[in-house]
């Protein structure tokens, strides 16, 4: 896994589940997501089958996602879609891709398994996750302001945020051999609440 693949999840996510209006500018086109799954972290694109698909504010209590091998609790119940995405070398993995809107936030959790074993080791994966969050913001046309490796269920991970023209996006990645985890939280400068991250963050399991 590249770090250029790695945008996958992390560049995939939120914007599909907000309108022109709400979102933080795409910086991808319409054709489709930014290249994504190897590592890089934080571009906001837009999936061209979702364009559309605009997520009404989310409504009920929290909502436990039960995926493979894998568990995370939303703070409402998330819409949720697969999309493909290429992974290098004419290569192409499916992203499964959970979204929700909250308070006028974009929620998002993704993941995608790309080929071969993943990084090799906790300095590997340093280094690919950092190199993601810098790819993601250039893709996004965006400055990425912190990047910091924290520690999510276990694994080395990095915590991002990108501002681009309007909006913020927060987001933490993280790898599990081959699969790449991402958590994004995004909206307009100065609303997107930290809580929502961090509490979806602390609610994932592994294995």
Do not use: K
Request: glycine letters at 12%; hydrophobic letters at 45%; one cysteine or more.
């Amino acid at each position: 896994m590249t770090p250029a693949g790695a945008v996958l999840l992390v560049a995939v996510l939120l914007a599909g589940g907000c309108s022109a209006a709400d979102a933080p500018p795409a910086a991808s086109s319409p054709s489709g997501p930014p290249s994504p799954v190897a590592v890089t972290s934080p571009s906001v694109a837009t999936p061209a089958d979702a364009a559309d698909d605009v997520l009404a504010p989310g409504e009920g209590g929290p909502s436990l996602v039960i995926g493979d091998g894998f568990t995370i609790t939303f703070p409402v119940p998330p819409n949720d879609r697969t999309v493909e995405v290429p992974v290098g070398e004419g290569m192409t993995s499916q992203a499964r891709i959970y979204q929700a809107q909250l308070d006028g936030v974009f929620l998002a959790f993704s993941y995608a398994d790309a080929p071969g074993e993943g990084p090799v080791d906790e300095a590997a994966a340093e280094a690919a996750l950092l190199d993601s969050a810098r790819s993601a913001a250039a893709d996004a046309a965006g400055e990425l302001v912190a990047q910091t490796v924290v520690e999510v269920a276990g694994r080395t991970a990095v915590d991002y945020q990108i501002e681009v023209a309007g909006g913020t996006l927060r987001g933490i990645a993280l790898f599990d051999g081959p699969r790449l985890y991402t958590m994004q939280a995004a909206g307009p400068s100065g609303a997107v609440d930290r809580v929502l991250l961090d509490d979806l963050a602390a609610s994932l399991t592994l294995g």
